[in-house]
């Protein structure tokens, strides 16, 4: 008598275990459009366009819903399984981002979790807080917001080149436009002493020099470590002639 009911449980089950996948295939699925943003963590745009974003349905999703892929029913169908596929890093106004063909249910809102990294030679900068890589999408989502990463730019070498362009750049203007002309100013019209005259010309000048700076690295770098290196620097040469000023004992 205990037989019976032990043989409808299982056939119950069997009949459950091949079901969930045909169930999972005839919900219907669309491809959803996206673009996701992703960013370092001072909140600056990631700017290693070698990596690349991956992207595969979420595994333990996979399980609840019974089965490891996904698509739609075009006749070059969309496809999406448990194992990674890869999206070229772009950059527009906003930021970098990535165009993502995700799936979505055709006929409901409910959400179909994935799972989004970014990849290098096969390894991924960790998000920040400790966040997971989960992303639900579903047809009726907002878009997504930036990914931070727990990681900063990289420091290219064409980014030195280009701050110390305009550093030097900088430097001729302040030269050009602030130097000769207040110093000139200063000895001639407000008859100051020549070394009175020069202090304050290079104070001036190395002051407007530490703002460039400042602004430059700001912009290019981020709030980091090498930003606050190069107002440090920069800062120490404008406090180390003003010093120098003041011990002299020079007066206009």
Known sequence: MKIRPLLLGGLLALLSFIASPISAQQNG???????????????????????????????????????????TDDTTPVKYTTGWQFYTLQKDAKGTYADVDYLVYKDRNDPVIYQIELQKNGKAPPFVNGAVSKMPVSNDSAPPRPVTLNQANAIFWQDWLLMAGVLLLGAIIVYVL?????????????????????????????LLLLAVAAAMSWFKLGPRLETYAIIAVMGGFWLLHAIVWMVSGKEA
Do not use: C
């Open 178 to 206: 602030v130097f000769r002309w207040l110093f000139s100013g200063l000895l001639f019209r407000r008859q100051w002493a020549v070394s009175s005259a020069e202090h304050f010309t290079w104070s001036m000048s190395l």
């Open 29 to 71: 699925f669309v491809v959803k459009h996206v673009k996701q943003y992703w960013q370092d963590q001072n909140q600056q745009p990631w700017n290693d366009l070698s990596y690349k974003m991956a992207a595969r349905i979420d595994p333990q999703y996979a399980r609840e819903l019974g089965t490891d892929e996904i698509s």
